[in-house]
């Protein structure tokens, strides 16, 4: 049996039971597994210990740092490589071989690593809709990377862990050939449930003083990404948003090839920038008081 790989794997957690034995079984290659959790009361923390991993409390006091970038400074890492992973996500056993090899190199190459992640929808894998591929920077030097701090915007209603924010690294980022899978949407309904919460984010981020700013140092982003981020904040100017939305990642991004799948996907993406839209024009007629999570 292969030794571990020298290699820290966090998983952010909040009442996970369901899904944490699927995501540390596929996290057994590696040497260390943190669970940072907070305030979990389905037994996610008695889980994840039985299962071998290190548990964590979160406590949010709504500022940042959030919960990654939280534990990437506190938390005493056994080593140099971490992977972050969410709890619906999994590491295949072809990534897990691809991780191994990269911690084995000698000094001197990429300090961070893109993945690709495929998603789980009705029964099946997204091909199409403008989420496959879907690069994240979840591979890298914990002491090199952290995630954007969005100017001007502590709690943006969505919770104690970073969403949509980006990992900003310190040096070269590679990618990796092998994908990892992810879980996210197993229903409708829990797609529903999640971007209800997502487009409260967008909504508050559109109508911060500073929303529209990239990162703190945008120039640390990847091209790419800074593209898509500018891209997103012209389009906050067009009329027909949610109907532009469905049309964008049912043609142009060819959800067409989904088939149902697809379908029922780009409708809902046109629903929660619906969602968004209507969240931001509330919050700018009746702005929160100042201290409000509501």
């Not at 794997?9 to 995501?23: G, K, Q, V």
Request: charged share 25%; glycine share 6%; aromatic share 12%.
């Amino acid at each position: 049996m292969s030794q571990p790989a020298p290699i820290s794997i966090l998983i952010p957690a909040r009442n996970e039971r369901a899904n944490l034995p699927a995501c540390l079984e596929s996290c057994r290659f590696a040497a260390e597994v943190v669970v940072v959790d907070s305030g979990s009361d389905d037994g996610t923390q008695e889980l994840a210990r039985t299962w071998g991993a290190r548990v964590v409390d979160f406590r949010w006091d709504g500022q940042l740092p959030k919960k990654k970038n939280w534990a990437l400074a506190n938390v005493t890492w056994q080593h140099d490589w971490v992977f972050i992973l969410d709890a619906d996500e999994r590491i295949t056993p072809e990534l897990a071989a691809e991780l191994r090899a990269i911690v084995a190199l000698p000094p001197g190459g990429a300090s961070g690593y893109y993945v690709n992640r495929r998603f789980w929808f009705l029964d099946g894998w997204l091909r199409h809709c403008g989420y496959y591929p879907s690069w994240n920077l979840r591979f890298f030097r914990h002491a090199l990377g952290r995630y954007e701090q969005l100017a001007g915007v502590s709690d943006t209603n969505s919770g104690d862990n970073e969403i949509h924010e980006h990992v900003l690294l310190q040096g070269e980022a590679g990618y990796l050939r092998h994908e990892m899978e992810h879980f996210a949407f197993p229903t409708i309904a829990v797609w529903v449930e999640k971007h209800n919460r997502y487009s409260s984010w967008e909504a508050r981020l559109a109508t911060s003083r500073t929303g529209s700013r990239q990162a703190a140092d945008a120039s640390a982003l990847d091209p790419v990404l800074a593209r898509k981020r500018w891209l997103k904040h012209a389009a906050q100017r067009l009329p027909f948003r949610p109907t532009l939305r469905f049309l964008y990642h049912y043609v142009l991004r060819a959800g067409i090839l989904d088939g149902y799948r697809g379908y029922v996907f780009c409708r809902l993406m046109a629903f929660y920038e619906f969602l968004s839209v209507a969240k931001a024009r509330e919050i700018a007629r009746h702005p929160p008081s100042p201290g409000s999570r509501s």
